[in-house]
């Protein structure tokens, strides 16, 4: 078992998961975020009664320590008074993958920015 997760969100619009998912990045409470391209078909029970909506789907990758934060992001930026956040932990993946989620998403400093260099190169994305 990691202390990565996988953090999913959904939004009332594209928008609104890129504004997200930018802020969150940015911020380095999320390594990534993917804004899944076609609307996905929410049925849900909303105040006693049964709702449908089509909403964007986002998933953050982060870890288990930067989530009160994340949350606490999304939940400023979101326009929804409950918003769906929810983390799924990580128990396996590449070494180099979740070093870079661990170097993605810790306060910069020179030994950071080079070490998250090198791993970003390993995912094919060097940051500028």
């Known amino acids: 078992m990691t202390d990565k997760i996988v953090v999913m969100v959904t939004c009332g619009s594209r928008a609104e998961a890129r504004k997200i998912a930018r802020a969150v990045v940015e911020a380095r409470l999320a390594a990534c975020a993917n804004v899944m391209g076609a609307p996905v078909q929410s049925i849900y029970r909303w105040q006693g009664k049964v709702e449908t909506a089509k909403e964007v789907l986002m998933l953050m990758k982060s870890t288990r320590k ?31 993958y979740l070093r870079w989620i661990e170097e993605s998403v810790q306060a910069p400093d020179r030994r950071n920015l080079s070490a998250a260099r090198r791993s970003a190169r390993i995912v094919g994305k060097v940051p500028a």
Do not use: K
């Open 66 to 96: 930067r989530f009160a934060a994340l949350e606490r992001e999304i939940r400023r930026l979101h326009s929804y008074d409950t918003p769906e956040i929810i983390a799924v932990a990580v128990s396996e993946g590449s070494r180099a």
